[in-house]
Structure formats: structure tokens, C-alpha cells
């Protein structure tokens, strides 16, 4: 049911003075908000008809109100496939449907009601809305001082000023009348206070009296006597988006909500649109011409390189991937990479409205690395299961059907279907199996009958990043990341067209210009052009050469980079001893997870075992990336660390090879708890 202590009179906002406060529910004094805690994009699985369909996003509804946008995904364009919001304001069984120009709508779904959770929202089973394989995205806001409000009034049809809660300046307002028939009117800071839009129509902004002519301030926003905004006894429902408001993060400097514009250029290469973050939510629409409102979420995202085919639009019920708006997205912002002339056609103007990625620190390694295996069952679709979205994935295949070795292949959400093969310095293979569309893990629809496993990361300050580019031969090329700490192990891969090795830099043994292949066994090389001589990675950018490995015109890239976060990753070295073990204590409390090692004085091969086909006493299996070998199961080269703090190699003398334990060697490792 929907928690009646929260819902709040649809005139509280009229009431009092202080805009609003009495609704007030942002973070406490001194409290780190994240825009993990206040919006997510989540996947739930296919519908089942008769069962409700659950969003277990994370989102506090107990204590918080706040929207839930639902679209869905496939299916044929029409009623039961519009865009539905719900709200705390209105009750969690009753929506507005988008495009409908209709007012509420109640849902009726029994024998489950529709609910706002303490974990986030479940909607009741009305089969017309979710019938059985209906596959959804949902986008839920919660209200939280500069990122999001709600506020619902009743008309007068008199000039006047509507209090609000977002505590910063709106960058844009959504008002529907949820009693009678209107449309959605929208106000945009880039438009001003004298033009609207139409949320459910692909009209420019036309000039408007709706805002009485005056921007909203941190308190109110404005309404004329226009019917449209303000008719005398309806009521209306507004959805307040805030802009730029640096309060957020661990150091509350960061902002997680940006509303702007840009020009189209009608180019592949469209303007690069710098919002000081990479987005995860991205609405664009044209402001000066005519087109939909794209929709587009990293969730459902494609190649960031190339194109993005999943964009729904808010004025249609279309299915996913109608229009190909081609908004790659930045480790800084987003780039419309098509002459399409809904994001990017000359002479247009287009407006945007922005949400940070997420990016809070994970508290345990289970929460951005896991390792899942799948048995050989053939014909069947390959599912990995990670208990967190995926962003990279790396698998081995033991052999396939016909007995055959099979690659060691990395695919990541921002290169969509296509993978890398790791010993290899081939291009990119392109695999429409390859999804990372998935709230739990990833899947590939292989069919083969192969044991194989899978290691799965997500991105992580501290942690983990991923970062894609296209090559423009400049030299000291700064590229931005979002790791948010000095990457320690830099790993570089071009991805075509044409291929080359995989360069990989680390900065606790190597220099500015010294890089070793990943794809080979070699020792440490200097005077490598891939990365700049000069300039060292820092906190939100490393540098490249122009050399065609890194940064080659018209070349797409991908990089992979690693930092040590206290308890959950280390990347270090240490030195070979032959006649005795090394126990390498990386600070964890319950051993190792996950270990590689590379000798980079001289040639040695990169090893890598894990937990879940064994590290401890007797054998302890391993896979080599820069080999095409099937996985050995004979040795036992290392065990966890005594202490569970990390891991332990075995000396020489016991049959570990020189390329892990010698006298005088040194080696790279990345661990993780």
C-alpha cells in the first residue's frame, strides 16, 4: 500500500511562509548525499502478468517522497505502452500517462496494489500495463534539496507565485493539470521565462505568458492567469528540476543536475558539451525546431564510440531505438556524433537536461567485483550474475562445442556489443549477444556448450573506471576520467579500425614514457610513444602520445583503469625471494578475491586465479591473458595470505616458475578483496 504518513495535501505548498519547508525532505545538516541516494535507472526483470513488477532501486520512499517515471521498452506503440508517472503527491496507484493530454489515471491491479517501499516502488499487476515479457526502464527522482522537488496547487486563474522546495534556482519545471484534459507544459532556463514547450508534442518553443513573464528564484516560480497553467478550480501538479547546485558527493562540491544548451552543427563530429561530469541520464530536445524529447540512459546504453539506438522519446509510446539521436556520451559530457536532426541539425538550438553517473564509494568488494561461473548447458542463453550492474566484463571459455580454445574476451557497457580478445592485438569483434542491459549481471547468447566463468567490475571512485575516445593524433593529450584518484594501472586498447597491442602503464614501477603489452610476455619497454613522456596521469585526466596505438585520427579507443581502494582493491609490486614464499599483505580482511601478477623486469607471462575455482592450500587454477590456453588446474603457485590480508606466492623452490618468485624480480599485481 502507499504510505499514507507521507502523503502530503495537495495545498500544503499554498500554506505558510518559508516556500514550502513544511515538505521539506532533503539530507540532514552535515549528511554526504550522493546522486546514488536521490536517482536511479533501474531494469527490472520481464513482466509476468498477475505478478507485480518490482523496482528494488535503493530509493528510500519511507522517508522520502519523490516521482517514478516508467516506460516501456519493446512492444507495439499505443495505450498500454505510454509513459507513466507516479507520484507521492498523487498516490502510488494513480498515474499520469505521457503523451496523454488525459488527467490521472488510477491504476487497478488486483490482487497487488501499486507501493512506494523503503527500497523503491513496486507496481501492482495490472496485466494491460505489464502483460507477461514486457521488459520496462524505470527513472526514479527523489525529492532532495538542488536536484528535485514536487509541488502540487490548485488553480485561481490570478498571477501569483508557487512556493517550492528545491532550495537553488529551477533549471526546469514540468506542470500537468491532473483534474481535467491540458498539456504538458514545460519550462526551460534556456528558453526563458517567456517561451514554453510541450512535453508531449515535438513543437519548438513558442513564446508564452505561462510564467508571468519572470524566472523562477531559489523559493516560487511564477504562473499568470493562463488556464493553461492556472484554471480556476483544477489542480495541477508541478516536477521541479534543479541546475548546477554544488552540494553533493563526499565533499558536498558536486553538482549532480545540469540544465543548458548547445548549437547543432549537423556533423558526426557535433559539439562536445562539457558538464564537468559524465551523465547517466540525458533528456534532449530541440528548442528552435521541431522534434521529440530523446530520452537516453546509460543502462540501456550502446557503443559510446559509434552510436546510441536506445533512446525513447517522452511525446511518443513508442518502443526503444525509434529514432538514432547518436548522443555519445564523455567522462565529461556528451557529444552528439550524427547529422541527425533531432540533437544535432544546423542552425537548431537544443536544450538538455542532465543527471550525473553514479558515484559513491562502494563499502565492500562485493558491491563493484564479482565472479560467476556458468556449466555447459548448450543452446542456452550465458548468464552471469553480479548482484550490481555490470560495466566490464572478462570471460574465459574453457573450449567450445567442437573442442576448440576459446578467447578471453572483454566486452564493457560503454563499447555495448562488441568485445576485446585480450592475448590479442586484433580489432574489436562485434556480438549482438553481448548485453549489459541487465540489473544483476550480463549475458551472452553464445550457445555454446563451454564451461566458462566470468569476472565482473563496475565503475567505482577509487575503484575502477572504464573511458572510450576517438583518436586525434595531438601529442600530450590530456583524456579525462572519473576514477577521482591517480589511476595507478593504466591498460590502453585500440579498438579499431585496425588493431594494435594493448599498452599498459604502472605508475608505482614505470616512467611517463615506459608502458608493457598485455597481449605479450615481454618485460617493461621504454620510450613508449603510446603515452606522453612528459605528463603523469592524475586525479581527472592521464595523457597520451600521437602515436596510432593511443591516439590515432579516426581511430576509436578504449582504456581501463585501476587505483588501490583501502579494504576492496591494491595494486602494488613486490619483489621475488626463490628460496622463500612472499606474502603480499594488500590490507584486507578476508583474503583475495581475485589476483593478477606480471613480471616486468624480464619476460613473464599475466597470471590470474581466483576464488571461485580456488586460491588456497593444494592446487589453485589459473589462466594466462596473454594466451589463448585453456585454464591449468595442476599447480599451486599461490595460496591466501595467512592472515586473509591479501595473498601469498610460494617460493621457487617449491616449483613456482621465475615469471612469479625470483630472487632479484620484480612483479606487478592487481588484487581484490
Known amino acids: 500500500m502507499f504510505n499514507a504518513h507521507k502523503k502530503q495535501s495537495p495545498f500544503l505548498g499554498l500554506l505558510g511562509s518559508g516556500g514550502g519547508l513544511p515538505y521539506l525532505t532533503g539530507r540532514a545538516s552535515g549528511d ?28 528510500d520512499f519511507d522517508t522520502h517522497d519523490g516521482l517514478v517515471w516508467l516506460k516501456r521498452r519493446n512492444g507495439t506503440a499505443g495505450t498500454f505502452t505510454q509513459h507513466a508517472l507516479i507520484d507521492t503527491e498523487r498516490g502510488a496507484d494513480t498515474a499520469l500517462l505521457l503523451p496523454s493530454t488525459s488527467g490521472n489515471s488510477v491504476l487497478t491491479g488486483a490482487p497487488y496494489s501499486s507501493s512506494f517501499d523503503s527500497d523503491g516502488f513496486t507496481w501492482g499487476s495490472e496485466n494491460n500495463f505489464h502483460p507477461t515479457g514486457a521488459d520496462y526502464v524505470s527513472w526514479t527522482f527523489r525529492k532532495a534539496p538542488g536536484f528535485f522537488d514536487i509541488v502540487t496547487y490548485p488553480g485561481n486563474q490570478t498571477a501569483r507565485t508557487i512556493p517550492h522546495s528545491l532550495g537553488s534556482v529551477p533549471g526546469m519545471i514540468i506542470i500537468k493539470c491532473i483534474t481535467d484534459t491540458s498539456y504538458w507544459r514545460v519550462y526551460h532556463r534556456s528558453t526563458g521565462a517567456t517561451k514554453a514547450l510541450e512535453l508531449n508534442s515535438d513543437d519548438k518553443a513558442n513564446p508564452e505568458t505561462y ?27 508541478a516536477y521541479i528540476f534543479a541546475h548546477d547546485e554544488a552540494s553533493f558527493g563526499t565533499d558536498g562540491n558536486e553538482s549532480i543536475i545540469k540544465c543548458g544548451s548547445y548549437p547543432g552543427n549537423d556533423s558526426s563530429t557535433g559539439p562536445e558539451i562539457n558538464l564537468g561530469f559524465e551523465p547517466q541520464w540525458l533528456m534532449v530536445k530541440a528548442a528552435t525546431g521541431t522534434g521529440p ?13 559509434s552510436n546510441v539506438d536506445f533512446s525513447l522519446n517522452a511525446n511518443t509510446s513508442n518502443p526503444e531505438g525509434e529514432f538514432d539521436p547518436n548522443l555519445g556520451v564523455t567522462a565529461t559530457g556528451f557529444q552528439p556524433r550524427s547529422t541527425s536532426s533531432y540533437a544535432n541539425g544546423s542552425d537548431v538550438t537544443y536544450i538538455y537536461m542532465a543527471i550525473r553517473r553514479p558515484h559513491k564509494p562502494p563499502t565492500a568488494a562485493t558491491d563493484v567485483f564479482a565472479i560467476d561461473s556458468y556449466g555447459p548447458t548448450s543452446g542456452r542463453v550465458m548468464t552471469y550474475t553480479s548482484g550490481f550492474p555490470v560495466d566490464m566484463s572478462i570471460s574465459k571459455f574453457d573450449f567450445d562445442s567442437t573442442g576448440t580454445l576459446r578467447d578471453i574476451e572483454l566486452g564493457s557497457r560503454l563499447t555495448g556489443s562488441n568485445f576485446l580478445v585480450t592475448h590479442s592485438n586484433s580489432p574489436e569483434v562485434s556480438d549482438t549477444s553481448f548485453k549489459y542491459d541487465y540489473q544483476n549481471g550480463w549475458r551472452s547468447n553464445s550457445g555454446t556448450s563451454a564451461t566458462s566463468y566470468s569476472y565482473m567490475f563496475k565503475r567505482a571512485p577509487g575503484f575502477f573506471d572504464v573511458v572510450c575516445w576517438d583518436g586525434n593524433s595531438s601529442g600530450n593529450r590530456a583524456i579525462p576520467h572519473a576514477l577521482g584518484v591517480t589511476p595507478e594501472l593504466l591498460i590502453v586498447k585500440r579498438r579499431g579500425p585496425n588493431g594494435d597491442g594493448w599498452w599498459t602503464q604502472y605508475t608505482g614501477i614505470f616512467g611517463t614514457n615506459t608502458g608493457i603489452r598485455l597481449d605479450s610476455s615481454e618485460r617493461l619497454v621504454t620510450g613508449v610513444s603510446a603515452f606522453n613522456g612528459t605528463s603523469a596521469a592524475t586525479s581527472s585526466a592521464f595523457y597520451l602520445g600521437s602515436d596510432s596505438s593511443t591516439n590515432g585520427t579516426g581511430v576509436k579507443y578504449l582504456a581501463i583503469l585501476f587505483a588501490t581502494l583501502p579494504g576492496i582493491s591494491k595494486v602494488g609490486s613486490y619483489s621475488g625471494d626463490t628460496n622463500n614464499a612472499v606474502e603480499v599483505d594488500c590490507g584486507f580482511s578476508a583474503g583475495a578475491r581475485f589476483v593478477l601478477i606480471k613480471r616486468t623486469d624480464d619476460p613473464g607471462d599475466w597470471y590470474v586465479w581466483d576464488s571461485v575455482r580456488g586460491i588456497g592450500s593444494g592446487d589453485d587454477p589459473y589462466i594466462l591473458l596473454n594466451e589463448n590456453y585453456s585454464q591449468v588446474t595442476n599447480t599451486d603457485y599461490i595460496d591466501q595470505h595467512p592472515d586473509n590480508k591479501g595473498f601469498k606466492v610460494n617460493s621457487g623452490t617449491s616449483g613456482v616458475p621465475t615469471a612469479l618468485n625470483e630472487t632479484g624480480g620484480t612483479y606487478l599485481f592487481l588484487a581484490i578483496a
Request: hydrophobic share 30%; glycine share 2%; aromatic share 10%.
Open 211 to 237: 510564467w508571468n513573464s519572470t524566472s523562477p528564484t531559489s523559493s516560487v516560480f511564477s504562473l499568470s492567469a493562463e488556464t493553461a497553467v492556472n484554471k480556476t478550480d483544477e489542480t495541477y501538479v
Open 293 to 305: 524529447w530523446i530520452i537516453q540512459d546509460m543502462m540501456r546504453s550502446g557503443d559510446q564510440n
Open 32 to 59: 554526504k548525499t550522493y546522486v546514488d541516494d536521490v536517482f536511479s535507472t533501474y531494469l527490472p526483470e520481464s513482466a509476468v502478468s498477475d505478478q507485480p513488477l518490482n523496482i528494488d532501486n535503493g530509493i
